[in-house]
């Protein structure tokens, strides 16, 4: 069933859009949050996310205060050199990476700063959290790069939840 659900995914995450944006604005809260952890699970056990790294090739988390200072610390940088070098101030008004991919993506879909990386990273893509049912635009478009996202919701869908 897995494997049928992840066949080429990336059409069927587009196709199912609207449907998507129907199910999340109806879904029932309390039993979808009660569903996520088997299903994020699950979705881990499916997905090696080395083998996709699409989040850190094509977006960027934001960098929060925080992240900041404890980032250029493992750096051994300044907090200022380490925004210059690496950051810069999305329409939001948040940090984020100056480039794609993020410089900290290793040729082997690692990343270099995996122990002290951003709580955005951290948490992606959200799909053991509530930010699945609050946040539904960003995860219509998770959903559209990331298979982990596109498994969750999925199966939240079949299952009619």
């Known amino acids: ?67 900041v200072k404890r980032i250029a610390k493992y750096l051994g940088m300044k907090e200022s050199v380490f925004i210059s070098s690496y950051l810069r101030v999305d329409e939001d008004g948040d940090f984020v990476v100056k480039s794609s991919p993020c410089p900290f993506l290793n040729e082997d879909n690692t990343c270099h700063i995996y122990e002290e990386r951003p709580s955005d990273c951290a948490r992606f893509p959200y799909t053991d959290e509530d930010v699945i049912i609050k946040r539904q635009a960003l995860t219509i478009k998770n959903s559209e790069f990331c298979p982990i996202t596109y498994y969750v919701l999925e199966r939240l869908f079949q299952e009619g939840i």
């Open 1 to 67: 069933m897995d494997k049928d659900i992840l066949h080429n995914w990336e059409q069927k995450s587009k196709a199912h859009r609207k449907q998507y944006q129907q199910f999340l604005k109806r879904a029932d809260k309390n039993k979808t949050l009660k569903k996520l952890p088997q299903l994020h699970e699950a979705a881990f056990e499916a997905v090696d996310c080395l083998q996709c790294a699409n989040c850190c090739k094509n977006y960027s988390p934001r960098f929060k205060t925080p992240d």
